[in-house]
Structure formats: C-alpha cells, structure tokens
C-alpha cells in the first residue's frame, strides 16, 4: 500500500470515528440519561408519597389509553422513515417523518384531553391549590414533564423533515435521522414507562 493510500485511509477512519462519537449524539444520549434519572426521582416519590396516605384516589384517564396507542404507532412510523432513509427511498422518508410529526401532535392533543377528563371529575383534579391532593399533582408533573420531551422531538422531527426536503438527510447522511429516531424511541418508550407505572401504582 503506497503512503498515499494510507493516509486517505486514515483520514476515512478518523472520519468515520468522529461521526460514531459525533457531539450532537452525545448530547442525545446524555439527555435520554439525564430524563431516566429524572422520572426515576418523580416516580420513587410518588410511592414514597402514596405510602404517607391523604391520596386521593381516582381513575386514570381514558385518552391515556389512547395516547399509549398513538406513540406506539409513531414509533413504528419514525422506524419506517430511517429505514427508508436508508434506501434512499426519500419520498417514503419524508411521508413517515412527516406521519411520526403529525401523531406527535395528535399525541399532545389527546394528552390535554386526559387532563380536561379528569378536571371535569365530579371531585375535579386539578394540580395546585386548596382543592389539589399529591395524587392528581403528581399526575400532572409526570404528565407534563413527558410533554416536555414530545416538544422537544417535534423539533427534531422538523428539522429532519425539512433537511430531508433539502436534501440534506439521505443514506449518506443520517446524523439528524438518527438523532430524531433515537429520541422519538426513548420517549415513547418513556411514556410506555409512565403509563404502566400509573395503572399498577395510581389506585
């Protein structure tokens, strides 16, 4: 192999290194593990509040039901758009990526239809004040910190939808593909967490 050879060789492997370690990655990774430690933190509270007693019992809202749906379906939407990212199947690409954005919203949606169920209570659950119990409080933390994280992989859905368009997101570039399907996983199985937590700790 002539010295040539070997450098362009180096340069294609420190290349491909600096993408497996790119910093937006990273910073994916470090917030997926910072969320983990923070719903951990919510939920061990929970229980440790629940075992105090002066907790209202109450049944969860039907919509969360519907919203577990909605993000397992969004998951398998985001999965079919990497993978036609993949095969340079942009069209697909960009009609999945764009199916998970719209399920995300409808996702948020059906979220602030659970809580104007469980206002509308003949107790209403609402999340402060003289009428408030640590049971609907935690609902609403839990609730509204996964929202949060939904916010935040519409916005990363976004941005690939629109560098897909550009051409900017193809088999050959797929950092924001990948920063978008791995979020769009961890928060949906995130919510899957929060919703098995809730109907085996709620009542």
């Known amino acids: 192999m002539s010295i040539a050879e070997e450098i362009v060789n180096k340069h294609r492997i ?5 993408r497996g370690t790119d910093p937006k990655v990273f910073i994916i990774w470090l917030l997926a593990i910072s969320s983990c430690m923070f719903f951990a933190g919510l939920t061990s509270a929970y229980i440790v509040r629940k075992a105090e007693g002066n907790w209202l019992e109450f049944d969860l809202p039907t919509m969360f ?7 397992i379906i969004s998951s398998v939407s985001m999965q079919l758009s990497y993978y036609y990212t993949k095969k340079d ?6 009609l ?20 104007k169920e469980i206002y509308n209570y003949d107790y209403r659950i609402v999340f402060g004040g003289k009428q ?5 409080s935690f609902l609403y933390v ?22 897909t368009i550009l051409n900017q997101v193809h088999s050959k570039e797929m950092l924001w593909m990948k920063i978008s399907t791995t979020f769009w996983h961890f928060i949906g199985g995130l919510w899957i967490y929060l919703f098995i937590f809730l109907v085996f700790n709620h009542l």
Do not use: D
Request: charged share 5%; proline share 2%; aromatic share 12%.
């Open 14 to 18: 420190e290349k491909e290194t600096y």
């Open 96 to 115: 999945f990526t764009a199916t998970t954005l719209f399920l995300g919203g409808l996702f948020l949606y059906t979220q602030f239809l659970s809580f």
């Open 142 to 163: 839990l609730a509204l910190s996964h929202g949060v994280h939904i916010l935040l992989g519409l916005i990363f859905l976004l941005i690939t939808l629109v560098l």
């Open 89 to 94: 199947n942009i069209n697909l690409s960009q």
């Open 132 to 136: 408030s119990n640590p049971s609907g």
């Open 65 to 71: 039901t519907v919203s577990t749906v909605i993000i």
